[in-house]
């Protein structure tokens, strides 16, 4: 069982739509939890960063960790075509200096 | 507008053959990693550097993958020999410090 749990997908959507995005993980000692997006046959982005728990909000986007229940989510409002990508979840243990990523999830927003 | 390089970006070769993939990291950034990602694994730690020195290489296949930063401009993964497991993207990181990484355009292997 890999530490990090991430639904491939794919997952489509209209636009406008509100979009879940989810991970699960294993180690409770994860502390630091990032969102990364990556478009086909690029690199991926940090779009997200958050440590420890609760929500944080950042435009159309807010990411929400819930450590009781080891889950981690992404919410996408009104969603766009653009915001149509992979996107992987990413997480730490303190002191670790390393990411362990999900497996991503490819998302498509309809026009 | 700052960003990593990857060279080549695409590279196909014969099994057995020697491959070796260049980074150069954002001017500045002390911190470099290197993943490699597949439909199957999703994105894996290879290896990372700080100030040139290799802190964790821990994910890397030790016989025939080696990692090296000759310079703080370049990075380089080397396969050697490369067998068709081995096909997949490569992506280069750098940051200041490991939570921040911005990456490379990755290049794409595969080995026949």
């Known amino acids: 069982q890999k530490e990090v749990e991430q639904d491939p997908g794919p997952l489509s959507v209209p636009e406008g739509a509100i979009v879940s995005l989810n991970c699960t993980y294993s180690?409770?000692?994860?502390?630091?939890f990032m969102w990364y997006r990556q478009y086909s046959r690029k690199g991926p982005e940090l779009l997200m960063y958050?440590?420890?728990?609760g929500n944080k909000e950042d435009g159309r986007f807010t990411a929400q960790v819930d450590k009781s229940s080891k889950y981690i989510s992404l919410f996408i409002r009104d969603s766009q075509p653009s915001d149509s990508a992979t996107y992987l979840c990413a997480m730490s243990l303190q002191g670790a200096q390393k990411l362990v990523f999900g497996q991503g999830t490819r998302l498509t927003i309809n026009p | 507008d700052a960003r990593v390089t990857q060279t080549p970006r695409d590279k196909v070769t014969e099994m057995g053959q020697e491959v070796t993939m260049r980074c150069q990291p954002i001017l500045g950034h002390n911190t470099v990693f290197w993943y490699r990602q597949t439909m199957m694994q999703g994105l894996e730690l290879l290896a990372y550097f700080r100030n040139r020195a290799p802190l964790d290489d821990s994910g890397m296949p030790k016989d025939r993958f080696s990692a090296e930063m000759p310079d703080a401009t370049l990075a380089t993964l080397k396969i050697q020999p490369s067998e068709p497991r081995d096909s997949a993207v490569y992506f280069c990181?750098?940051?200041?410090?490991?939570?921040?990484?911005?990456f490379g355009p990755g290049t794409r292997l595969t080995v026949l």
């Open positions: 180690n409770s000692a994860f502390q630091y």
């Open positions: 990181a750098s940051g200041l410090s490991w939570d921040t990484q911005y």
């Open positions: 958050t440590y420890s728990s």
